[in-house]
T-cell receptor
Framework: EAGVAQSPRYKIIEKRQSVAFWCNPISGHATLYWYQQILGQGPKLLIQFQNNGVVDDSQLPKDRFSAERLKGVDSTLKIQPAKLEDSAVYLC??????????FGEGSWLTVV | DAKTTQPTSMDCAEGRAANLPCNHSTISGNEYVYWYRQIHSQGPQYIIHGLKNNETNEMASLIITEDRKSSTLILPHATLRDTAVYYCIVRVANSNSGYALNFGKGTSLLVTP
């Protein structure tokens, strides 16, 4: 079974530039999550989708972050404009419901 | 969600059992205990979960105290590949819409030769 796919794996941008990350969840998984993990900390939930609807985006900094899952399958997370403190790993995860969440390997962002 | 407390770091000799403790004294009756681990440069990986009873799978065992205020994850024969950050999380499970995990800082386990 294919896992959660993310791209790009690594990205370096200057502050105030924009960046987009793409995620393709495991086939058939209705729930999709985006997490942000800053170095030395545990992952923090940014947004949770159920199919193409948002379940929880309370921790998404909406002035600069946006995410969509238009067809209820793959998803994009965008940051515009980026700040230095956005340097982190952006993890996508998916779940069929129930007790297990499957994570991708993450997209590493460095803002300089 | 109930808050969890874990030691910052632990060491374990290869081949020995690794016992990772977690305190969750404010856990509610409908909250499960989940364990995930994160190997360097990878996404978190599910290990095991439980509600009241002890659980065992091919990766680990989970021992939950009778009052459910603490638990221990046991890796029976630790290998070097078990070196990772281990996260203990308590959360209500919602099978309809899935659930989100709220991660703390976890325990950094170092398995030594």
């Amino acid at each position: 079974e294919a896992g959660v796919a993310q791209s790009p794996r690594y990205k370096i941008i200057e502050k105030r530039q924009s960046v987009a990350f793409w995620c393709n969840p495991i086939s058939g998984h209705a729930t999709l999550y985006w997490y942000q993990q800053i170095l030395g900390q545990g992952p923090k939930l940014l947004i949770q989708f159920q199919n193409n609807g948002v379940v929880d985006d309370s921790q998404l900094p909406k002035d600069r972050f946006s995410a969509e899952r238009l067809k209820g399958v793959d998803s994009t997370l965008k940051i515009q404009p980026a700040k230095l403190e956005d340097s982190a790993v952006y993890l996508c995860a998916s779940s069929p419901g129930g007790n297990t969440i499957y994570f991708g390997e993450g997209s590493w962002l460095t803002v300089v | 969600d109930a808050k969890t407390t874990q030691p910052t770091s632990m060491d374990c000799a290869e081949g020995r059992a690794a016992n990772l403790p977690c305190n969750h004294s404010t856990i509610s009756g409908n909250e499960y205990v989940y364990w995930y681990r994160q190997i360097h440069s990878q996404g978190p990986q599910y290990i095991i979960h439980g509600l009241k009873n002890n659980e065992t799978n091919e990766m680990a065992s989970l021992i939950i105290t009778e009052d459910r205020k603490s638990s221990t994850l046991i890796l029976p024969h630790a290998t070097l590949r078990d070196t990772a950050v281990y996260y203990c999380i308590v959360r209500v499970a919602n099978s309809n819409s899935g659930y989100a995990l709220n991660f703390g800082k976890g325990t950094s386990l170092l398995v030594t030769p």
